[in-house]
Nanobody, 114 residues
Framework: VQLVESGGGLVQAGGSLRLSCAVS????????MAWYRQAPGKQRDLVAS????????NYADSVKGRFTISRDNAKNTMYLQMNSLKPEDTGVYYC????????WGQGTQVTVSS
């Protein structure tokens, strides 16, 4: 499984960004898709996850009501719509899939200025 993120960038606080994760390879083995983020000097934390088959979602408390995770199984793509961005949302966002194995993308930088 190969994962390629896109859509990161610099945005002012209160703004929005939409991240995409293009998935290729053995997509049939994927059970859960997720977004993680890592701020400088901190560990990588789960932001949101979605079950590929059912679409059931889960969010970190810090992003509930502001971020929306979704997937388009026909396009093998996962998205993260981020609204009302805050400076503390700054970090590298990683796409992740879980199934027979755990796979990671290369990450995309999101910077929110105050």
């Amino acid at each position: 499984v190969q994962l390629v993120e896109s859509g990161g960038g610099l945005v002012q606080a209160g703004g929005s960004l939409r991240l995409s994760c293009a998935v290729s390879g053995s997509t049939y083995e994927i059970v859960v898709m997720a977004w993680y983020r890592q701020a400088p000097g901190k560990q990588r934390d789960l932001v949101a996850s979605i079950i590929k088959s059912s679409g059931f979602t889960n969010y970190a408390d810090s992003v509930k009501g502001r971020f929306t995770i979704s997937r388009d199984n026909a396009k093998n793509t996962m998205y993260l719509q981020m609204n009302s961005l805050k400076p503390e949302d700054t970090g590298v966002y990683y796409c992740n899939t879980k199934g027979l194995a755990n796979y990671w993308g290369q990450g995309t930088q999101v910077t929110v200025s105050s």
